[in-house]
């Protein structure tokens, strides 16, 4: 059961460490490592724009980034 209590700053992960998590460790952990999760030659080309750089900002103000543009399986998707 989950508790209640709040989460506290050691329990803070840094912006740069969890954007890893969620993009370059996901690909490992779909053992899919050796063709996405990283930008390189040869690498699926699925990335997304943003309109501002996120390590840049504060926490609280990353809802209000926008994207820019959405390249899936090499090809554009989407363009604001």
């Known amino acids: ?37 990283t930008l390189a030659p040869g690498r699926a080309a699925d990335l997304c724009v943003l309109d501002r750089p996120l390590l840049d900002l504060d926490p609280h103000e990353i809802t209000q980034v926008r994207v820019d543009l959405t390249v899936f399986d090499g090809r554009v998707v989407f363009e604001r």
Do not use: H, N
Not at 15 to 36: G, H, M, P, V
């Open 1 to 37: 059961m989950a508790s209640v209590r709040p989460g506290g700053p050691e329990q803070c992960v840094a912006l740069a460490d969890a954007l890893r998590a969620y993009i370059s460790t996901a690909a490992w952990q779909d053992f899919a490592d050796d063709f996405k999760g």
